[in-house]
């Protein structure tokens, strides 16, 4: 897989992510009644993280450069996202024929709506749901700040944003005196991530000064995001207050991984070295299908392809294997192609834009 101009520290970070979320939901390693890999599903967080990241980039230096359109913004996330997410979905359905346990889905999944009117299967949508819908109004927003503060005031909006979905969240609870089922999987309740992300991408394209202060202060909170993977799973029972700052502290922990990364630069000269390379790169680019697949194929191999096998090791490792390859041949089936489609199309539309400009 090439590399081509990728940022190697992001990445590690979205290698990881995909690792800890497939080891979550396919590997369980009790100590008593503790499940010690739930936990790593945080890695849905650092998605969140790196998102922002990426999207904040786009926009604000589309809206630096005054190149910005929200078609053409949507256009070339949709094309990048959806294609891969309903190509999933198909998948899905074809695979509960297969598997009967899987519950069908609503039509509502087409408009990234389970989040919030019920996620009947496929449950790792919900974070793509939260995705879709801050894509959609990310722009809005930021031109909005811009226009009324200057693109420097987002030095400070943002860092305010970012507290909105913990005071959503005491709001909720103090309010109804509990929290909603599911309450984590609602947009409006789980998306400072995302800001932290574009709060960073705000630094990167308008204040690069700061953006290289903080890689010290990151460094020392580096520890914060492991610490909360190997306590969470052994308390339990927790406050409530606890699990309503959890996301709050997860988006800076994992921000501050994201700043450290960011300037990390590798080129291996042995031949493990770049084997290893290659195999943290190839993790990165098909980690969005992986995430999408991992669900679906995991239960029709564990239960239906090697249902006669004993539970144990063997088969959790053959499982997992199986998984990723799968997520691997749906990158290359699916999302490569739609990748390379859109960035065809984009790229004839900006040669035919300097075209014009030239005659």
């Not at 609602?186 to 308008?206: K, R």
């Not at 606890?242 to 000269?269: K, N, S």
């Not at 995430?291 to 029709?300: E, Q, S």
């Amino acid at each position: 897989m090439s590399a081509g101009k990728r940022n190697f520290g992001l990445d590690v970070l979205r290698a990881a992510a995909i690792v800890g979320v497939i080891l979550a939901h396919g590997l369980n390693i009790y100590i008593g009644r503790v499940n010690l890999t739930s936990s790593l599903g945080t890695g849905v967080e650092l998605f969140f993280v790196l998102s922002g990241f990426l999207i904040g980039r786009i926009c604000l230096r589309a809206f630096q450069t005054e190149t910005f359109s929200f078609w053409s913004f949507w256009r070339a996330r949709w094309w990048r996202t959806l294609p891969p997410y309903f190509a999933a979905i198909l998948l899905y359905i074809g695979a509960s024929h297969i598997y009967s346990e899987f519950p069908s889905l609503h039509l509502y999944y087409a408009l990234f709506l389970q989040n919030y009117l019920g996620i009947t299967g496929f449950a790792p949508t919900w974070s793509l749901c939260v995705e879709e819908h801050f894509y959609l109004c990310l722009p809005i927003l930021l031109i909005v700040f811009i226009k009324s503060f200057g693109i420097k005031g987002l030095r400070y909006l943002l860092p305010g944003l970012f507290f909105v979905p913990l005071m959503l969240r005491i709001a909720t609870y103090l309010i109804s005196g509990g929290m909603p089922a599911q309450w984590y999987w609602l947009t409006h309740l789980h998306f400072e991530g995302l800001v932290a992300g574009v709060w960073l991408a705000y630094l990167t394209v308008a204040d690069q000064p700061l953006f290289d202060k903080l890689k010290k202060p990151a460094k020392l909170l580096l520890p914060l995001c492991p610490l909360l993977v190997i306590i969470l799973p052994i308390w339990n029972p927790r406050p409530m207050m606890a699990d309503l700052l959890l996301f709050t502290i997860y988006a800076i922990g994992y921000a501050a991984w994201v700043r450290y990364l960011y300037d990390l630069e590798w080129t291996p000269q042995s031949q493990a070295g770049r084997l290893i390379r290659s195999g943290i790169v190839g993790a990165a680019l098909c980690s969005y299908s992986i995430y999408l697949t991992h669900t679906i194929l995991d239960p029709l191999i564990r239960k239906v392809l090697l249902g006669s096998w004993n539970r144990g090791v063997a088969k959790s490792i053959v499982v997992l294997t199986m998984t990723w390859l799968g997520g691997v041949v749906f990158y290359y089936i699916i999302e490569r192609p739609t990748i390379i489609s859109r960035d065809i199309y984009l790229r004839g539309k900006e040669a035919k834009a300097k075209a014009q400009v030239a005659v």
